[in-house]
C-alpha cells in the first residue's frame, strides 16, 4: 500500500519569505509526527498530532513555526518569515496508537534550502 | 532531558565483519529503544525494537539488547554485508503506546567494502 508521502520533495526559497510542507500519511492512521533533520544529525521532534489536535508542539522551535491537521488526515507545516537557519529536511511520520506500541512510518522529507 | 548517544561515525569495514554501534541513552522512566536505519535514497525506516528491560530486538541479522543496568542498546551483527551500508539510528520513545515522540541520536553512517 501506499506509505507517507511529503510534497514537495525540494523546496528553494529566499531568506524571508513563506514556505508550507505537506505530508499525506498512511491511511487510517491516527498520529502523525513532524522531525527536523539538519544536516549530519539525527531528526529532531517538532510536533505531533493525535487526530486533529496537536498533542505536543514542544519541539517547534519559536512561533514562526506553525501546523494543522483541519481533517485528521493530511498536515501541512508552515514557516513564516524564514531564515537560513530553518535550511534542513523536514521529515513526516505516522503512525497507529494503542498498547504495545506501533511503528512511526517516515516520508521520505521535503528538503528546504533558505537562500 | 532525554538524550540518545551514539558511537561517532563514519564507521567501514570489510565485508563478512562483525559489527557493533554503542548506544546509551538517558531518560526518565522506561522508555522503548529502537533502531533506524535510511539506506541511501531512502527514507527512515524501522530496523528493530525492545520496549523492556532485557528484551531482544532483531531483524536482518541484527541484534541490540535493551540493557537498563548500563543503559545501552548497542546494535551488533555477526556478518556484514554490502548492501549494509547506510546511516543508523538508535531512538527512544518514553511510552509504549504509539503515542510519543522520538529522540534520536546522531547516526552513524557505516559502510561496507567488498
Known amino acids: 500500500g501506499a506509505g507517507v508521502s511529503q510534497t514537495p520533495s525540494n523546496k528553494v526559497t529566499e531568506k524571508g519569505k513563506y514556505v508550507e510542507l505537506r505530508c499525506d500519511p498512511i491511511?487510517?492512521?491516527?498520529?502523525l509526527y513532524w522531525y527536523r533533520q539538519s544536516l549530519g544529525q539525527g531528526p529532531e521532534f517538532l510536533i505531533y498530532?493525535?487526530?486533529?489536535?496537536?498533542?505536543?508542539d514542544s519541539g517547534l522551535p519559536n512561533d514562526r513555526f506553525f501546523a494543522v491537521r483541519p481533517e485528521g488526515s493530511v498536515s501541512t507545516l508552515k514557516i513564516q518569515r524564514t531564515e537560513r537557519g530553518d535550511s534542513a529536511v523536514y521529515l513526516c511520520?505516522?503512525?497507529?496508537?494503542?498498547?504495545?506500541?506501533?511503528?512511526?512510518?517516515f516520508g521520505p522529507g521535503t528538503r528546504l534550502t533558505v537562500t | 532531558g532525554n538524550s540518545v548517544t551514539q558511537m561517532e561515525g563514519p564507521v567501514t569495514l570489510s565485508e563478512e565483519a562483525f559489527l557493533t554501534i554503542n548506544c546509551t541513552y538517558t531518560?526518565?522512566?522506561?522508555?522503548?529503544l529502537f533502531w533506524y536505519v535510511q539506506y541511501p535514497g531512502e527514507g527512515l525506516q524501522l530496523l528493530l525494537k525492545a520496549t523492556k528491560a532485557d528484551d531482544k530486538g532483531s531483524n536482518k541479522g541484527f541484534e541490540a539488547t535493551y540493557r537498563k543496568e548500563t543503559t545501552s542498546f548497542h546494535l551488533e551483527k555477526g556478518s556484514v554485508q554490502v548492501s549494509d551500508s547506510a546511516v543508523y539510528f538508535c531512538?527512544?520513545?518514553?511510552?509504549?503506546?504509539?503515542?510519543?515522540?522520538?529522540?534520536f541520536g546522531t547516526g552513524t553512517r557505516l559502510t561496507i567494502i567488498p
Open positions: 531518560a526518565t522512566g522506561y522508555p522503548s
Open positions: 511520520a505516522s503512525s497507529l496508537t494503542g498498547q504495545g506500541g506501533y511503528e512511526q512510518y
Open positions: 498530532f493525535q487526530g486533529t489536535g496537536a498533542a505536543d
Open positions: 531512538a527512544l520513545s518514553l511510552s509504549n503506546f504509539g503515542n510519543e515522540k522520538l529522540t
Open positions: 491511511s487510517g492512521h491516527t498520529a
